[in-house]
Structures are given as structure tokens and as C-alpha cells.
């Protein structure tokens, strides 16, 4: 008993029919690595979206951050009553007085 050789024919699997017959799985297999490629050229762009859009929102609170310092600076009592010395406005040093019409406190006198 002799083994049957179980060797490639090539020839076989080269010929215009076989070539043809196997056209739709060439075609599903080139389908899909173009879709592969155009996955991953995809997914690189996403990334550098992405860190372009971080690196804008690191930009911003920073920007945030020190608006808010400046505000906070430029609202203490000290530097408002120096902003507002060219007006003529000035620091009130006693207590406020309160205006009222003279009619209206009659009235509420009355009553």
C-alpha cells in the first residue's frame, strides 16, 4: 500500500476557469481591505481631532482662568474706588442717607 501523494497542483488553481470562479472571493477580499485601510486612516483622523479639540479646551481654561483672576483683582474695593476717582465718584464714608417724597411719608402717617 503505497500513500497517495496529496501535493498542490498549481496549474490547477492558475487556469482561466478556476481564476473566474474564484472572482467573487478576490473581490470580497480586496472589499474588505479597503474598508481595513479606510478604518484606520478614519481612526487617526478621529485621534487628531480629538486632541486638537482637548488641546482647545486646555486653551480656554486657561483663558477662563485668568479672566477670572483679573475680575477678581480689578473687583476689590480698593481698585473700583481708583477706576471710578476720574468720574469724580467718591468712597462713601458714613451711612447712606435715605430721600423720600414728603407726601408719601404724610400719607403713611395718617394711616
Known sequence: MSAPETKMNWKQWLNYPSLVRQLPFILYLTLLGVVYIYN????????????????????????????????LAKSKPSEVSQAVAPLGLKELKGSPWVLSDSLIVQKRKTD
Open 40 to 71: 484606520g486612516h478614519w481612526a487617526n483622523k478621529t485621534i487628531r481631532n480629538i486632541q486638537l479639540a482637548e488641546k482647545e479646551i486646555r486653551e480656554l481654561n486657561y483663558e477662563y482662568v485668568t479672566a477670572k483672576g483679573e475680575l
